[in-house]
């Protein structure tokens, strides 16, 4: 179907004459997280009369004041205290170094506020008018914000861009105090003796990293098989074998079934096999996933179908009502911030008449920021072989890297999963130090279908960490060099 242009789309069949009068837009973005604001811009950029509306009184979303930002400013610190302690290793005599944990909350706070002031401008900038309130459908083409002054507009398009917000087990309700989410978890306050993480995912091994660092004794726990589930199983049972190095307690295929507020904290009834067992912690922050957000905006009264609890979209981020899209946690791609700004481009893209290209979902990154890093392109080994490929494997580990030696951190390895018959590289997959920046080489060859031996006649810089990228790659061949 061709991409249909501003002035091709309707407003929708249910406009009264009471609303016929108001201020219109090109496009309305409700939300402003990284796939509204990011949508916003460039509707602006395109020359689209834009609005976006966000309820609370900044710019930014979950992304930048909830979660990616401020959760890589403690993670950035936490690995910097980690290398302050052993720096004697290096030479380097430290004394006395200890953690001020108002000053880590403030630093973290003061790069949040500074990049939601950015947003802010870079709105200002391209002349997009912001409303501040919730927003919701009076009809497809009107739209409705209730906030400190209430306003109504008409847009020609909307996108949908609400994002999502922790989801909470029922018999495990978190109080803001013994038992957190992942929002909570992010207010100053001190740091924990020992804290139960329930669920480890990106969101619950992230925290578990930087609090282990910060000094905590740190339970994770997982009701799956095995650690990080989406990742490909053998750097799921590295990175469990490096988190227990770190002091971390690792409970895979384990059920919390109970948790019991007392006045010490938090006591914990564990099931495993069919056996249980309790285990008392100061906090327990629940890291069980996250949920759309859409209640009370009114896409139930306009026909927006969904799929399961996401609204359901086409490859161009359309719903089913012809001038509504959808973008970020409220459809079923991945939920990662940089895959709602990509959708939120493609979006805006379509409703300008641009060319467009759906996305390749096989070729997003997924990172997770914790100590050892982990991140992954394209399939893992098992989900090739489930679809029939004839697969080879290569490895290379970080120990027989120089640069990795230099810089003190050697755990770990960078994986290619291959197509025998044509030699293309169906995923990468990478655990250990800059993993997350790594990944940025095998997500462009991803994209371009690289093959295996365009990766080894690749010159990569020496020493470097992404030296173990070619070396991988000889690797599938069996040919590794400094092996």
Do not use: W
Request: charged fraction near 20%; proline fraction near 5%; hydrophobic fraction near 40%.
């Amino acid at each position: 179907m061709p991409p249909a242009s501003p002035r091709d789309s309707a407003f929708g069949p249910r406009i009264t004459k009471e609303y016929r009068r108001l201020k219109e837009f090109d496009v309305a973005i409700i939300g402003s997280g990284p796939g509204g604001y990011v949508a916003a811009i460039r509707a602006g950029i395109l020359g689209l009369s834009t609005a976006l509306v966000e309820k609370d009184p900044f710019l930014g979303g979950t992304c930048l004041h909830r979660g990616c930002i401020p959760t890589k400013a403690l993670l950035h610190t936490a690995e910097l205290f980690d290398e302050i302690r052993h720096a004697q290793d290096q030479g380097i005599n430290v004394q006395g170094a200890s953690l001020d944990i108002a000053q880590v909350h403030a630093r973290k706070q003061a790069i949040v506020d500074k990049f939601a002031k950015g947003v802010a401008f870079l709105c200002k900038k391209r002349k997009v008018e912001v409303f501040t309130g919730m927003g919701n459908f009076v009809d497809a083409g009107t739209i409705r914000v209730a906030g400190s002054a209430d306003s109504t507009f008409r847009a020609r398009n909307v996108i949908i861009a609400t994002g999502s917000t922790p989801s909470h087990l029922p018999h495990m309700r978190p109080d803001g105090k013994a038992i957190i989410d992942s929002d909570m978890i992010l207010q100053p306050g001190a740091v924990p003796k020992s804290l139960a993480v329930i669920g480890s995912g990106a969101v619950g091994t992230e925290f578990a990293s930087v609090f282990a660092s910060f000094g905590s004794q740190v339970h994770l726990i997982e009701l799956l098989p095995r650690l990080l589930p989406i990742e490909d199983d053998e750097c799921s049972q590295q990175l469990e074998r490096s988190l227990k190095a770190r002091g971390i307690q690792c409970y895979t295929a384990t059920e919390v079934t109970e948790a019991k507020v007392g006045g010490n904290g938090v006591t914990l009834t564990l099931k495993k096999d069919n056996a249980t067992s309790t285990l008392a912690v100061e906090r327990v922050l629940v890291a069980t996933g996250r949920r759309p957000v859409l209640e009370g905006l009114g896409h139930e009264k306009i026909g927006v179908a969904m799929n399961g609890r996401f609204i359901a979209v086409d490859e161009y981020m359309r719903t089913n009502v012809p001038n509504v899209y959808a973008i970020g946690d409220v459809v079923a791609t991945p939920a990662l911030a940089h895959v709602a700004s990509h959708e939120g481009i493609l979006a805006v893209d379509h409703i300008a008449g641009k060319p467009v290209h759906p996305i390749d979902y096989l070729a997003i990154p997924n990172c997770t920021y914790s100590h050892p890093e982990v991140a992954s392109v394209g399939l893992t080994e098992r989900a090739a072989r489930e679809k029939g490929y004839d697969v080879r494997v290569g490895k290379f580990p970080f120990s027989a890297l120089a640069k990795a030696a230099i810089v003190g951190d050697t755990s770990g390895f960078v994986k290619i999963v291959a197509d025998k018959r044509y030699d293309e590289v169906l995923g990468v997959h990478i655990i250990g130090p800059r993993a997350t920046e790594l990944i940025a080489e095998a997500t462009l060859g991803k994209r371009l279908e690289i093959t295996v031996e365009s990766i080894t006649h690749t010159v990569h810089a020496h020493p470097t960490l992404a030296e173990s990228m070619a070396e991988a790659a000889h690797a599938v061949y069996g040919e590794t060099i400094h092996i």
